[in-house]
């Protein structure tokens, strides 16, 4: 295969599956890593890609910020494992506070009717699942909701974080990796999740392997600051290693 099909054939593989990584398109067209690299610089250069760490993805998804609806219909299985992982960080009688994402609103849907345990979100489906638990104490932190995420945001939300002190922040994110910290397409939504972060003493990370290398708009954070990330194996070894040297323990499961 000459350069140019290789070429237009991954730009038709990042259209359809939303992003590329260099390991499985060498794996794919039985090149080296280095060879792909530097198709995807040519692809950069001409506009038809835009590379980020360990990858690429098509030119108008950089910014693009999924429906909630969308977002819940893509890696559902590794998403449901990583909700059952992080049922093993509940507190025991403690608080918790669940950032607004997909995989926190699975976890939400995971939890044990009769736990006992105090509960803020600022996310309108997970406090809705989690009403019915008779056994949970539930605060819903309100403020102007994004449809896009039903999650509420600006003043009234970051005042309502900067007074409390949770014993665990379950925390969600758009995307992640050692260089580029933790990303989301929206300043206020990352606004949010900076004052998240700081509210808790144990910061855990939800985020399917997908959303490593992915860099966003808005940087709200760094990996140094999570105590725990509970991801998938599509995550590299090595990559979870690099995170590791960050002081952040890595689950992939």
């Known amino acids: 295969m000459y350069a140019a099909e290789r070429q237009q054939e991954i ?11 260099v390991v499985s398109l060498a794996a794919e067209f039985r090149v080296t890593a280095e060879t792909v690299r530097r198709d995807l610089k040519t692809l950069d250069r001409a506009g038809m890609l835009r590379r980020v760490h360990g990858g690429a993805i098509p030119v108008g998804h950089f910014e693009l910020e999924p429906d909630l609806s969308e977002r819940e219909s893509t890696a559902g299985e590794e998403k449901a494992r990583i909700a059952q992982a992080a049922l ?35 996310a309108l489906p997970l406090a809705a699942r989690l009403a019915d638990h008779p056994a949970i104490d539930l605060h819903l932190v309100g403020g102007r909701v994004r449809h896009r995420t039903r999650a ?36 206020a939504e990352a606004a949010v999740k900076r004052e998240l972060i700081a509210a808790a003493r144990r910061v855990v ?40 040297a960050q002081g952040t323990e890595v689950a992939r499961v």
């Open 11 to 21: 730009v038709r593989i990042a259209r359809e599956s939303g992003r590329v990584d």
């Open 88 to 122: 093993e960080e509940l507190p025991a009688d403690g608080s918790v506070v669940l950032d607004a994402g997909t995989t926190t609103g699975q976890l939400a849907a995971a939890f044990p009717l009769a736990a006992e345990l105090t509960v803020l979100t600022h």
């Open 152 to 187: 509420a945001v600006d003043d009234w939300a970051l005042r309502t974080y900067r007074e409390i002190n949770a014993d665990v922040l379950f925390l969600a994110t758009n995307g992640f990796s050692p260089e580029g910290g933790l990303t989301t397409p929206d300043l």
């Open 205 to 244: 990370l939800l985020a399917d392997s997908s959303k490593h290398g992915q860099e966003h708009f808005a940087r709200f954070g760094r990996l140094s600051q999570i105590d725990l990330l509970i991801t998938d194996t599509g995550l590299d070894p090595a990559t979870a290693r690099d995170i590791e």
